[in-house]
Every structure is written in structure tokens, then in C-alpha cells.
């Protein structure tokens, strides 16, 4: 076996300690399932974990599109889509552009969108610059084109004034500068800043974005097209990663493409297109029929259901004087909590009075900034987020009173200009 290094043994054993406490890799052992209400060991939580922010993987119209399926194709297409491909993997990529009104690619998940898309679209003398706070799926796929040579660097979270001084340096050498984004960052809840960056697209013609919206798709934008495409219209230099196994509810990932030349090109020559397997035929009908749920006009009032709620629980939380990580109105929360011990603490207590929610600590959050999140759902109701928001308080005046929290020092840490304390290659 390998030997670890003395970091990852202490991140392992931080992970070991959540485990033993039942706050990480828990286990449900639901009979069913209804996306508000976890067993966990005996005790019934309910779930601030959960990423189905539109509540469509319940959906009764969806889940019979895939049982639909099932019956008539099986359970897999076995064969390379280089190949051969069941019509349905064609009527499923229509339905999706007519939603987006943009060319699109499917594939099994966000991770192998990017690694599809990054080597094709990257040329070999372009340079790439990763945000530091930029999700691990698209880590993975710039870390196996660095492996082959590429010029990567990270960028501080947000800092768009270092931004343009890379792209003048890096544009001076390299053929394009691409910068990688998430449209809504998965630990803080915040967005990425689309009309500043779209600014900078017009004023160098080297510059692209490629975003991963996996976090934005669904539950914002006309017929939920996400966080990115509602801040900006479409830009020939603009390329979306997107998930169908969060807001959209279904699974796998998608990639949305400014021209129909770069979808083709990538559906010819993209890895994990030619050699991996296609989606599932239940999969595929269900995203079929999400699309179609997306474009109904009723589709904005669910969008307005949740958004209320995510209004409610900012408020809330803002009246109960709770160290959030910033003024974002999206479905993730991030609270602060000061210290390791502290997460671990306040995400036992949680978990001991009937609420799972999110530990995050180094190395998924700078050492600085460890917290819980909190993710809402459809499911969730405001009399849960009331209950939920009055017992972290309860127990952060616990912690305060121990003399081991700070609420105003850990809201200045999270005022603080981003800077490299975060492991992310």
C-alpha cells in the first residue's frame, strides 16, 4: 500500500472521526424515500443535504417515463455510441436543446462532460487558469491535460483584478487563455461573476469561460437553464458543464455549446463519448420528460416555491445573527462555525436532534473558513427551516458560552479576500 503523506493522514483521520460519529458516509436505511426524511440508525432526520432543489426526483411523471423505458429497452444499451445508439439517446439530446435553444451533448456525468470537452476544446499552446474554489470534477479533468503538458495555474477565488493581469501575460505566449469557473461554487453557495467575466470575453478575443453550472442548473433561469445562462446571454466564447443529477433530477451530466460545430466535434472525438457507455434508457426518457416539465409555463412557479424559501432562510438566519459566508440567494448555505471541532460538534448536535446537514472542513473549505452546509430542497418546509435555524443558534451560544466560537470573528474571515489556503490539485 502507499504510503500517505502526513496531511492526508490528518484529513484521514478527521474523515474517520465524522464517520464514527455518524455525521459522514451515513448510511440511510429508508424503506422508501421521499426526499425530505432520512433513517439514520433508528432516528428519522430530515435532510439539509439534499441536492434535488426542484424535488423532480420524486417527480410521478418522471419516474413512469423511466419505468416506461425499462419495460421497453432494459436496463442498458450495451454498445460504444461510436457505434450504434438507441434513437431515444437522440430524441433526449433534442429535447434538451429545444430547453436551452443550444447545442448539447449528453453524457453519464459532469466528470466525464469535462473530460470530454476540455481536451477537444483546449488547444495544445492555450493556457488554462482554474479558480481555486472550482469543483473537483473539473479539477480531475484539467489535472489529466497538465499531465500531458498544458500550462495550468490556479487564480485566487473571485479575483477578476488578478484575472486580467493573467490573461494580458498568459495572452502574450499562449494562443487562448481559458478561465474555469463554477456558475454557483458547491461549499459557499456563491455565484460566479458572469457580467464582469462576459465583459472580459468582449474586451480580449484570446479569453474564454467554460463553467461548470451543475449547482445553477433547474432551479434558476427560463425553463432552468441555470445560474450562468440567466446572468448573461449566450457567448460565442462562453461553454457550460451542467448536472441532470442535481436541480434537474434525473442523472448525468450535459454540456451546452455556443455552435453546432464544437457539440459535433466533441460527440466525435470527446473520450469519454466514444469509449464510454451511453446513459441508461430510464435515464434518457427521464430526461426527456424533466425537459418537458422545465418548459411548461407552471415550471416558474416552482422555481418561485423554492426561491421563497431560500429568501426565508436567509432572513432567518440573518435575524439569528448565524456567521453565513456571504449574501448569496441560492440553495446552499454555508455556516460558519469557527473551528474543526466546532463542525464536528454542532453537526453531531444537529444530527442528534433530527437534522443531517453538510460538515465541510479542510481540505473542501480553506482551514479557516470549516462549517456546515445546508442545502434546500422543495422538500424542505419553512417550519423546518425555522426549527433547524433555532437549533444551530442553541447550539452556537453553547459554544460561545464554552468560550471556543466567535461569532463576529469567523463573519470577518469570510470578508476577507480570497487567498490559496485551499488544496485543490
Known amino acids: 500500500m502507499k504510503k500517505i503523506t502526513k496531511e492526508l493522514e490528518q484529513i484521514n483521520s478527521t474523515f474517520e472521526y465524522g464517520r464514527s460519529l455518524g455525521i459522514v458516509r ?27 432543489y426542484m424535488g423532480l426526483d420524486q417527480n410521478q411523471e418522471i419516474k413512469d417515463a423511466a419505468k416506461n423505458a425499462i419495460d421497453k429497452y432494459g436496463m442498458y444499451f450495451s454498445s460504444s455510441r461510436t457505434f450504434v445508439g438507441l434513437e ?9 436543446e429545444e430547453m436551452f435553444n443550444k447545442p448539447v451533448n449528453v453524457t453519464t456525468s459532469t466528470t466525464f462532460a469535462h473530460i470530454s470537452n476540455l481536451p477537444i476544446l483546449i488547444g495544445q499552446n492555450d493556457a488554462i487558469i482554474l479558480d481555486n474554489y472550482v469543483h473537483s ?16 495555474e490556479l487564480l485566487r477565488h473571485n479575483r477578476l483584478d488578478l484575472l486580467e493581469e493573467r490573461i494580458k501575460t498568459l495572452g ?20 460566479a461573476p458572469m457580467k464582469e467575466l462576459e465583459f472580459l470575453m468582449n474586451k480580449y478575443e484570446q479569453f474564454y469561460v467554460y463553467a461548470d453550472d451543475a449547482h445553477g442548473t433547474s432551479w434558476t433561469g427560463k425553463n432552468g437553464v441555470g445560474y450562468v445562462l440567466n446572468e448573461i446571454p449566450f457567448h460565442e466564447k462562453l461553454f457550460i458543464g451542467m448536472s441532470m443529477s442535481k436541480g434537474f433530477g434525473t442523472g448525468g451530466g450535459l454540456m451546452v455549446y455556443p455552435d453546432r460545430a464544437s457539440k459535433e466535434l466533441v460527440k466525435n472525438l470527446g473520450k469519454t463519448m466514444i469509449f464510454s457507455g451511453p446513459p441508461h434508457p430510464a435515464a434518457a426518457a427521464a430526461a426527456i420528460k424533466s425537459a418537458e416539465i422545465h418548459m411548461r409555463p407552471e415550471f416558474a412557479d416552482l422555481q418561485l416555491d423554492l426561491k421563497r424559501k431560500i429568501e426565508y432562510f436567509w432572513k432567518k438566519a440573518i435575524q439569528l445573527n448565524l456567521p453565513l459566508s456571504g449574501n448569496y440567494r441560492t440553495p446552499i448555505f454555508f455556516i460558519g462555525s469557527g473551528s474543526t471541532e466546532n ?9 442528534d436532534n433530527g437534522f443531517f446537514v453538510s460538515p465541510c472542513t479542510y481540505p473542501s473549505v480553506p482551514k479557516n473558513k470549516t462549517g456546515i452546509r445546508v442545502t434546500l430542497s422543495r422538500y424542505i418546509t419553512i417550519q423546518d427551516i425555522d426549527n433547524l435555524l433555532e437549533m444551530v443558534n442553541h447550539i452556537f451560544i453553547q459554544l460561545e458560552t464554552a468560550g471556543k466560537l466567535d461569532r463576529e470573528v469567523v463573519k470577518k474571515r469570510f470578508l476577507e479576500k480570497s487567498t490559496t489556503d485551499l488544496v485543490t490539485m
Open 137 to 152: 470534477s473539473m479539477q480531475t479533468a484539467v489535472n489529466m491535460m497538465r499531465n500531458n503538458g498544458d500550462h495550468v
Open 172 to 191: 502574450a505566449k499562449y494562443d487562448n487563455v481559458w478561465y474555469m469557473i463554477d456558475g454557483i461554487y458547491s461549499m459557499m453557495g456563491d455565484g
Open 343 to 351: 463542525t464536528a460538534f454542532t453537526s453531531k448536535m444537529l444530527l
Open 26 to 52: 451515513a448510511v440511510a436505511k429508508n424503506e422508501d424515500y421521499d426526499g425530505r426524511n432520512l433513517m439514520l440508525g433508528s432516528k428519522e432526520t430530515i435532510f439539509f443535504g439534499n441536492c434535488s
Open 88 to 96: 431515444l439517446f437522440e430524441q433526449m439530446e433534442e429535447k434538451l
